[in-house]
């Protein structure tokens, strides 16, 4: 177990640097400067060329990696070009957000999937079946922020049920807080669902053919008692795996849907950055949210040990 969690930390950190020199490139090729981005396009050559030897930009690609590097190693994640405030502080302020609309639209998929997956699988090749896969197409097909103008345009222009946009913070109440976190939460949570209808299913009917289910049929288990006892515990392990990967989907679909929505997240935080070309910005909400994926496939990794005994590391 020691020798796993050493290999994984360090794959962790590859991950770190791997995703740190990719975004880092693909923020040079990108077109436009940050400091004709701060000053605007009347700014003089001069007053470009000051400003960007003042934010460091005037040196080589790979002492500008390394200095950023380096100050994340020490936990600074540099200050913002444009607010002028601390990185990390701007992600505390919305990440908070962000992995709620998450955890919440994966706690919908969930609760929405699993359980149409299994009813899929027992009652297989029946309307009930159909209906679900049919739901389950839907899903993967849809993208997220068309549906997402979707639910505004029934459930809050049309029938006025639920807000069109914004987000409200606990303190202000439970069911207003809740409110705003149904639509968004659907509108990305469609996706996951589709795909976790799809392998619950899958994974269920191979299950259920298996000769350790056949035996405890023999034994007069009930049906209840083989869904619940034998075969989900044994279904669920591929569909933890889509639930990890898809974690990171869901960050980074958050983008689309906090804009969609008007969400003060690290999403539109994210985007904002990108179009004003703040470097610092982009680099540490972009780390963050890699470390959060690296973090949850290693959760997932110990989930199949609680599921599946048999299932050891070495």
């Known amino acids: 177990m020691r020798r796993y969690i050493v290999l994984r930390g360090a794959q962790m950190i590859l991950v770190m640097i791997g995703v740190t020199v990719l975004c880092f490139f693909m923020l ?29 930009l005037d040196q080589p690609w790979f002492v500008q990696l390394g200095i950023w590097a380096g100050n994340v190693m020490r936990g600074d994640l540099g200050i913002s070009y444009i607010s002028k405030k601390p990185v990390s502080e701007l992600i505390l302020t919305r990440l908070p957000v962000t992995l709620e609309l998450t955890i919440f639209s994966m706690l919908l998929a969930i609760l929405i999937a699993i359980p149409a997956g299994i009813i899929s699988a ?8 159909y209906f679900f896969t049919g739901f389950s197409l839907f899903g993967v097909s849809m993208p997220s ?35 705003s976190l149904i639509l968004p939460g659907l509108a990305l949570g469609l996706f996951l669902a589709g795909v976790l209808v799809r392998f619950s299913r899958a994974s269920m009917v191979e299950t259920l053919v298996q000769d350790y289910i056949r035996t405890a049929r023999a034994k007069g288990l009930s049906n209840r008692h ?34 969609v929505f008007a969400f003060p997240g690290v999403g539109t935080m994210l985007l904002t950055a990108v179009n004003q070309r703040d470097y610092p910005v982009v680099m540490g909400v972009t780390l963050v949210i890699a470390l959060l994926y690296t973090i949850t496939n290693l959760v997932v990794d110990f989930i199949y040990m609680w599921l599946n005994p048999r299932i050891r590391f070495g």
């Open 145 to 179: 922020f068309w549906f997402g103008i979707l639910l505004i345009l029934v459930f809050s222009l049309w029938l006025g049920w639920l807000p069109a946009s914004g987000y409200v913070p606990l303190q202000r109440g439970i069911w207003p807080h809740f409110r």
């Open 122 to 129: 027992v009652k297989r090749n029946t309307w009930i079946d």
């Open 226 to 259: 083989i869904l619940l006892g034998h075969a989900l515990r044994n279904a669920l392990i591929p569909t933890v795996t889509i639930v990890g990967i898809q974690f990171g989907a869901l960050l980074g679909g958050a983008v689309i849907i906090e804009t």
């Open 28 to 56: 040079k090729v990108t077109p436009g400067d940050p400091a004709t981005a701060i000053l605007g396009v009347q700014a003089s050559p001069q007053e470009v060329e000051r400003l960007r030897r003042s934010l460091g």
